[in-house]
């Protein structure tokens, strides 16, 4: 039996797309459990030429939010994951966890 299976370069995923860079970012973000402090996010945000208030915007709090934590320290948080998975996919740019970075 032959399973059809999401061409990951070819086939846009669902929801916004966040762009190159702003994929880079995600991938960044889900590498430190998707929850950083939102300075440390504007700083990485602007490495990659915007910001992170205007990229929440654009993408939707459904996604990608900022927020509260219990002391009042303002927190970016990543909403849903797997959309985040599924655009670092298709710009090829998931950032592999330490076991699995590859020898050449």
Partial sequence: ???NLLNQYNSCPNGPDP??????FLGW??????????KDCERKCQENGFTARVFIKQVGVE???IGQTGNGNKVIR?????WADQ??????????HHRHWTHL
């Fill in 63 to 65: 996604y990608i939010r």
């Fill in 1 to 3: 039996m032959k399973v």
């Fill in 19 to 24: 762009g190159f860079n702003g994929a880079v």
């Fill in 78 to 82: 990543l909403a849903d994951k797997v």
């Fill in 29 to 38: 973000l889900k590498k430190r459990g998707g929850l950083r402090k939102e």
């Fill in 87 to 96: 655009w670092m996919t298709y710009y090829d740019v998931e950032v592999p």
